[in-house]
């Protein structure tokens, strides 16, 4: 994901982010409704009794929130990034249109 962002658009990044975070909750759902199995490559399960569903849930739900909370910052901040430097390189654009050539390279040097 770190790469997308950097790679494609904001709007694309966020329409995969959501399309992921969908695909993830439906099979949670799936899973806790007994549709689909639990760790089907496993033998036999971790805890032989029950899933322990609320303590999943809890260790998943807390995880999620961070991730959400990740991918949010990360792409708001890349999006922030971007944005920065499109206003940069239209004033430096206009600094070299309306500004003697001299005089311009100065102030664009610092």
Same mark, same amino acid.
């Given at each position: 994901? %770190?790469?997308?962002?950097?790679?494609?658009?904001?709007? =694309?990044?966020? /329409?995969?982010?959501?399309?992921? #975070? @969908?695909?993830?909750?439906?099979? $949670? %759902?799936?899973? !806790?409704?007994?549709?689909?199995?639990? @760790? +089907?490559?496993?033998?036999?399960?971790?805890?032989?009794?029950?899933?322990? @569903?609320?303590?999943? #849930?809890?260790?998943? /739900?807390?995880?999620? %929130?961070? #991730? %959400?909370?990740? /991918? =949010?910052?990360?792409?708001?901040? $890349?999006? &922030?990034?971007?944005?920065?430097?499109?206003? &940069?390189?239209?004033?430096?654009?206009?600094?070299?249109?309306?500004? +003697? $050539? !001299?005089?311009?390279?100065?102030? &664009?040097?610092?």
């Amino acid at each position: 994901m %770190v790469i997308g962002v950097l790679l494609f658009d904001v709007r =694309i990044i966020r /329409a995969c982010a959501f399309t992921l #975070l @969908a695909i993830v909750v439906m099979a $949670t %759902v799936a899973e !806790q409704l007994g549709v689909v199995p639990y @760790a +089907p490559f496993y033998a036999e399960s971790a805890v032989e009794a029950s899933h322990l @569903a609320t303590f999943r #849930l809890l260790v998943l /739900a807390l995880a999620f %929130v961070i #991730l %959400v909370g990740s /991918a =949010i910052f990360l792409i708001e901040s $890349t999006d &922030l990034l971007r944005d920065r430097e499109r206003k &940069l390189r239209r004033a430096n654009d206009l600094i070299r249109r309306y500004v +003697p $050539t !001299q005089l311009a390279e100065r102030i &664009l040097a610092g």
